[in-house]
């Protein structure tokens, strides 16, 4: 008997070759698609993406010309209420979030896992790329093959269940060589252009969508280094750790983003050496590999940065401080932290503290 499993297909390059692969292997293959969001009725719906319509019609042609099942499932109250209100009170409170990661965790996989439970499926897979392995013990989550387009950081908080039964097929490719393969099956999702970094904001311009439903609170910008006032700030929403561009103030040398202090309304700059940190603290930890005391990893604080190395100090069960070797640039409160040990993910978790030089 064919061993079944249920496929997140968002119509795209990368979810459509990994039916396509996985019918290829013997499996019997379904589709699913999750509506998530579409356009609004107040003022925030011009920072909408376009509707999921013309998305899930594309998923649903895929699907009919590789003969396989498809559904579509409407996540919207879900995805709004744990997703797009996450993100933006932290950006209310001068965190910065990862949307991604919290969709990853609230909505994606265990909607898949719902929905291969339902089916009888033993089996989820998405167009991730990453590795997942498993032995009678324990399911491993990996770096991908191709390091530039490796998803294993947005995919720490997934939990062991989920991993035993993950499969990643493009954890083996290059993103050349998915795109090959999509190539040659005249599929509707060889012609879709790769996703954007947040998916519910056009063009990914979250100042413009945040300005529609956060009110500006004008507070001081302040030199971290001679605590004079240098100018005022229109929301602290509007301004990340580490950027320079749109501070609106004169200065002789260039100044950066390096604290944002939600109790007083404060926004500190200063020098590109203040940007470059060495120590902070991470917390809701999810860990893979379980860990004891103090272990060395790789640490990464971003999607798009390397994992450098560093010592984590683990605190308490839900608690650790991590040391960076060498100061690394801009970590940031509400970023996930991911520790690695070679291609294996070890864990990771949110940035709650960082302790400013």
């Known amino acids: 008997m064919l061993k079944k499993v249920i496929v997140g297909m968002s119509g795209g390059v990368d979810s459509t070759t990994t039916a396509y692969l996985l019918k290829n292997k013997g499996y019997e293959v379904e589709g699913v698609s999750f509506i998530l969001y579409d356009e609004r009725s107040d003022n925030a719906s011009k920072q909408f993406a376009c509707s999921f319509l013309n998305v899930h019609e594309d998923a649903k042609r895929n699907a009919k010309l590789l003969n396989i099942k498809h559904e579509t499932l409407d996540l919207r109250a879900e995805f709004h209420n744990l997703v797009i209100i996450p993100f933006i009170d932290s950006y209310s409170k001068g965190i910065t979030p990862n949307p991604c990661i919290l969709c990853n965790k609230y909505i994606k996989f265990p909607n898949l896992l719902k929905v291969a439970n339902e089916k009888g499926a033993e089996f989820i897979s998405t167009g991730h790329y990453a590795k997942v392995s498993s032995d009678r013990e324990q399911a491993y989550l990996m770096k991908a093959f191709d390091l530039k387009k490796d998803q294993s950081y947005v995919l720490y908080t997934l939990s062991h269940e989920c991993l035993k039964r993950l499969i990643l097929p493009l954890g083996e490719f290059s993103k050349n060589q998915t795109k090959e393969i999509i190539s040659t099956l005249n599929l509707p ?47 602290l929403h509007l301004y990340t750790i580490g ?17 944002l202090d939600s109790f007083s309304n404060a926004l500190y700059v200063g020098g590109k050496d203040y940007a470059l940190q060495r120590e902070f603290i991470v917390a809701s930890l999810n860990w893979l590999i379980k860990q ?7 640490v990464k604080i971003r999607s798009m940065m390397k994992d450098e190395p560093a010592t984590v100090e683990i605190l308490n069960a839900d608690t650790v401080k991590v040391i960076f070797d060498q100061p690394q ?29």
């Not at 904001?201 to 507070?219: Q, R, W």
């Not at 004891?292 to 990893?297: N, T, V």
């Open 189 to 235: 999702a060889s012609q879709r252009k790769e996703s954007q970094e947040i998916c519910f904001i056009n063009n990914s311009k979250y100042i413009n969508f945040l300005a529609d439903l956060i009110e500006p609170k004008v507070g001081p910008i302040i030199d971290i280094e001679t605590s004079k006032i240098l100018g005022y700030h229109k929301g």
């Open 292 to 298: 004891e005391g103090s272990f060395r990893a790789t």
């Open 243 to 259: 950027q320079r561009k749109r501070l609106g103030i004169a200065s002789g040398v260039p100044k950066y983003v390096i604290k």
């Open 329 to 357: 640039w801009a970590p940031a409160l509400g970023q996930s932290a991911v520790f690695y040990q070679g291609d294996l993910v070890v864990g990771g978790g949110i940035i709650v503290e960082v302790f400013v030089r």
